[in-house]
């Protein structure tokens, strides 16, 4: 949990730019995917109007890297009207009170050797 406070974004950012470089991803993309992280929790962070601390989630799975970004006692907008670089599905939804905001990035599986 976060309060929305822009020196925490940018240790979200940095951790993010970790993950994406344990996926094996390029510098190029790593770069990319850091900073849309980044720009997608300022643009939450400036619609949480609550002083009720916000929820970031960076996930690894064996084909995708996901962020999710919730804010509670906020509803997520109808339409999805911005877009981050680098990201395959971006989804708002409503879950445990909270709006939910899910980027996906789809990686080559990191199978473990045998």
């Given at each position: 949990?976060?309060?929305?406070d ?20 390029g ?32 996930r690894?799975a064996?084909?995708r ?33 909270s709006?939910?905001l ?9 199978l473990p050797?045998?």
């Amino acid at each position: 949990m976060l309060d929305p406070d822009e020196r925490l974004v940018a240790a979200v950012g940095g951790a993010a730019r970790y993950l994406a470089d344990a996926a094996g991803l390029g510098n190029e993309t790593i770069l990319q995917f850091q900073a849309s992280v980044v720009s997608a929790c300022k643009h939450c962070f400036q619609c949480h109007k609550s002083d009720a601390p916000c929820g970031v989630i960076l996930r690894r799975a064996l084909d995708r890297l996901e962020v999710e970004v919730a804010l509670p006692a906020v509803e997520p907008p109808q339409e999805q009207k911005q877009s981050w670089d680098g990201f395959d599905e971006v989804h708002c939804e409503m879950r445990d009170h909270s709006a939910v905001l899910r980027l996906t990035k789809y990686v080559a599986p990191n199978l473990p050797a045998d």
